[in-house]
């Protein structure tokens, strides 16, 4: 766009709007987190009477945050690990081979990544009480019962990714490498993964963020001993007192590892992300 | 698998069957491997498909015609077959649950069309803006990306804390700092109830249309805008008569995507307001959610979850067919 005058102005205006709506919740959650407790039970105070870090070491101990954590974090590396291997196999047939059912199967995966989670969450959680019922294995409740249900989002979402990601390589690599003796999955493993590392930790970490802050799933079919932080962190609220500031700081600690994870992969993410969408 | 008759390809051939040209029929071998390799790579994710999807979709349209309650839900299997009887429930008007159905999907395409406008608004407009070169482009590109990395229910809490009635920001601001108001009007509760979730998901949302449309603007090139300079085109000119068609086929993508994240939205009202929003603020997936675990009334669950597939369907199915020209698809 060509700079005038009246652009520059618009431009000055529009960006000062602009952080305005970023920042005023990024500065009521990082203040509140550093307040003493008597300023959070009253009206809202715009700083800080003093400024202190109790409630970060508070927030261990009022709620189970280290247990949540834990558990957030064997659901979602499971779930993340598993989608990625499944969809790079499959996302390096769909991009390399055209076979019959290839475009079906590339339809249903793109289509099921439309539909909410409350579609298949009252299924699965059938499906997983008739287990138990049968069988004996509990799924509900049980770390193994997330991880599926997880992948509903995560598998479809990254078998569409590293499609992408496949397609937009040369080919020329691995012919290169197959004539050099290696097999189609020689090739793939020895040559195709080591070029698509950037995509397919950006898949990875997309992921990864996603089943960390998964609410659905994790409301119905969690319980005290696997609950999640997405559900674990409503614990600050009690009966007779909300912890504005514990809750606050223990959103810091449980954001920052996505955010870091989400700012370094950013531009590969986009550039997938977009690839589809910008032609 | 398509047969390009290249050279490498050939020469690939030549050399592999050359070493494995011990068993009888090399040639056709070869073929049925490589005819069945690309099988083997979807079949985990094939079974894996059908197990949380497809089985499920099935299972989610058969439980619509039980009668499955709290009472049934234990042995649903051997739940009573009651055919129609959870959509007359689900769609008879005068009913308390049909009533709350017309009223949450009424209120759910109200809410996408509010939230998608308004949060493509934000990002074309942001994007528009971090398009030009200026100092502090980079960091506020960053900054910008913030709400849509930081974790949905992090946000949503700390707007629930911004928006309490008794000693919020937002009422601090308007009652005691700037003294637009007199009383301290409840968000969480009532008609206001709907804006909060429009304003929570907005923010949320706003700066993944920003990255889309920013990336699409990168690809049009600088030469058509100041040939449109040369001519006198204004700026609102140059943006409706270049930018807008350029980056068509980005809009329809993330108006799509966007309008579908938005319709099926369960987390920001679950977080606002527990299990059960507000009447005047439910939405389709938390209605659902309501009946099946709260009400324990799983049959009309399913039913309601078939009706949402049926809109779900016929609205992209009209959105593909408004926007994409005959015989172009969403992937080409």
């Known amino acids: ?279 | 698998m398509t047969t390009h008759a290249t050279a490498p390809t050939s020469a690939t051939e030549v050399i592999t069957t050359g070493r494995r040209g011990r068993g009888p029929t090399p040639a056709t071998g070869r073929r049925r491997r490589r005819t069945l390799f690309p099988y083997a790579l979807i079949a985990p994710a094939g079974v894996m498909e059908l197990l949380i999807h497809i089985i499920p979709m099935l299972l989610g349209v058969w439980i619509a015609f039980l009668s499955l309650t709290q009472l049934s839900i234990a042995n649903w299997v051997a739940a009573p077959f009651v055919g129609l009887q959870n959509f007359i429930t689900s769609l008879d008007p005068a009913g308390p649950i049909g009533s709350q159905f017309y009223g949450a999907l009424l209120r759910t395409i109200f809410y996408t069309v509010v939230v998608v406008g308004i949060a493509w608004s934000l990002g074309i407009f942001a994007a528009v803006l971090l398009n030009s070169k200026f100092r502090g482009n980079g960091v506020l590109r960053t900054l910008f990306l913030v709400p849509y990395a930081l974790p949905g229910f992090v946000t949503t809490i700390a707007w629930a804390f911004i928006f309490n009635q008794r000693d919020g920001m937002l009422n601090r601001l308007l009652v005691d700092d700037l003294g637009l108001l007199t009383e301290r009007p409840f968000w969480l509760l009532g008609g206001n109830s709907l804006i909060v979730v429009i304003v929570v998901t907005v923010w949320q949302f706003w700066p993944f249309a920003f990255l889309m449309l920013l990336a699409a603007l990168q690809s049009i090139p600088d030469e058509v805008y100041e040939a449109a300079s040369l001519d006198g085109a204004s700026l609102w000119k140059q943006f409706t008569g270049i930018t807008l068609p350029m980056i068509r086929h980005a809009n329809v993508v993330l108006l799509l995507m966007l309008s579908l994240w938005v319709f099926n939205q369960f987390d920001v009202p679950y977080l606002l307001f527990g299990p059960a929003s507000p009447e005047e603020a439910t939405l389709i997936s938390p209605l659902i959610y309501q009946q099946s675990f709260n009400n324990w009334n799983f049959g009309v669950g399913g039913a309601l979850s078939v009706l949402l597939l049926v809109v779900l369907l016929i609205a992209s199915a009209f959105y593909i067919r408004l926007v994409m020209p005959k015989g172009q698809t969403i992937d080409d």
Request: aromatic share 14%; hydrophobic share 55%; with cysteine.
């Open chain 1, 1 to 279: 766009m060509i700079e005038t005058r009246g652009f520059r102005i618009l431009r000055a205006f529009g960006l000062v709007f602009l952080t305005l709506i970023v920042v005023v919740p990024l500065y009521v959650i990082l203040t509140t987190s550093i307040k003493p407790l008597q300023d959070v039970r009253g009206l809202f105070q715009w700083f800080p009477s003093e400024i202190t870090f109790q409630p970060y070491v508070d927030i261990w101990t009022t709620v189970p945050l280290a247990h949540y954590f834990t558990n957030s974090l064997i659901v979602t590396v499971f779930a993340t690990t598993l989608s990625v291997i499944l969809a790079i196999l499959a996302a390096y047939a769909l991009s390399r081979f055209s076979f019959p059912g290839a475009r079906s199967f590339s339809l249903i995966v793109l289509s099921t990544q439309m539909f909410p989670g409350i579609l298949f969450l009252l299924p699965l959680y059938l499906i997983f009480t008739q287990i138990q019922r049968t069988v004996g294995v509990q799924l509900n409740g049980s770390y193994l019962g997330l991880i599926i249900t997880y992948m509903t989002f995560s598998l479809p979402f990254s078998i569409w990714m590293l499609s992408g990601f496949f397609a937009a390589m040369p080919r020329a690599l691995e012919e290169a490498a197959m004539i050099d003796g290696l097999g189609r999955f020689g090739a793939l493993v020895r040559v195709v993964l080591p070029v698509a590392r950037p995509g397919i930790i950006a898949v990875a970490v997309y992921c990864f963020i996603t089943s960390w802050s998964e609410v659905l799933f994790a409301s119905v079919l969690t319980n005290a001993d696997t609950r999640t932080l997405s559900i674990g962190l409503r614990a600050y609220a009690s009966q007779t007192d909300v912890y504005w500031n514990q809750m606050m700081a223990a959103s810091v600690v449980v954001s920052l590892p996505v955010l870091i994870g989400f700012l370094i992969v950013q531009r590969h993410l986009i550039s997938g992300l977009s690839a589809g969408a910008v032609k």
